[in-house]
């Protein structure tokens, strides 16, 4: 089975490029998960009959945010944001940008055997003042897959919107302590494996250079000076069923390139 993530950065704008239709016909993936799709269900020219489709968009700011999930297998369930109680258990509250849980983040879709959840995880800001928002975020979408992982193993993916380790940029040191490689949010990484998910990448692949996010200033993506801040983490008693764990640079037409697992189901 073949599971990829991309943030795709506004979905029809991909589209129009021709590279959404180029990406789907190389690799067509088992599930796909998209982030950051900027757009509902309907407003965009997408002809997928093999794939079910899921899509969670913002309801307070249109053509903002938003995830989607197109799956060859019929979901058992499927259930969008973050449930209410762990919202309220983590004091998630809306701050002077808005309420993160109706900005349709994400997404989690129960099948037989594990559940898939994708998340397009709150950006801190150039001036870090979504950090203490963030922090409560990344909590309350630990506590959601924790729980969830009490009743099946999870496949986590998406934008987390962090570079865990130096390894994970190609310029850490002028980088620190800003936005995607502060301190806090590198310790709620740490939290997430505590809570027992690994980062399939590093199981496969270590060291710098593999990437999954370049600026568009610089001719950054040519240069290959970028960020890897998109994962797939898996609940460690499934780990060993994953058989690669890949990022697809070569896909253009977003500043996100994809990336995907091979998962023995």
Known sequence: MKIYSWNVNGIRAVIRKGEFQKFMETH?????????????????????????????????????????????????????????????SNGLEADGYGHSNDEGRVIAAEFEDFYVVTAYTVNSKDDLTRIPLREKWDAAMIQYCVELQEKKPVVYCGDMNVAHTEDDLANPKPNKGKRGFTTEERSGFDNWVAAGFVDTFRMFTQGNGHYTWWSHFANSRARNVGWRIDYFLVSESIKDKVKASTIHADQMGSDHCPLSIEFES
Not at 37 to 58: H, V
Not at 59 to 67: A, H, I, L, V
């Open 28 to 88: 067509q993936p088992d599930i796909l998960c998209l982030q950051e799709t900027k757009a509902e269900q309907g407003q965009a020219e997408i002809d997928l009959p093999d794939y079910e489709e899921y899509w969670n968009a913002s309801r307070t700011k249109k053509g903002y945010s938003g995830t989607a999930i197109f799956t060859k297998m019929q979901p058992i369930a499927v259930v969008n944001d973050i449930p209410e109680e762990i919202v309220k």
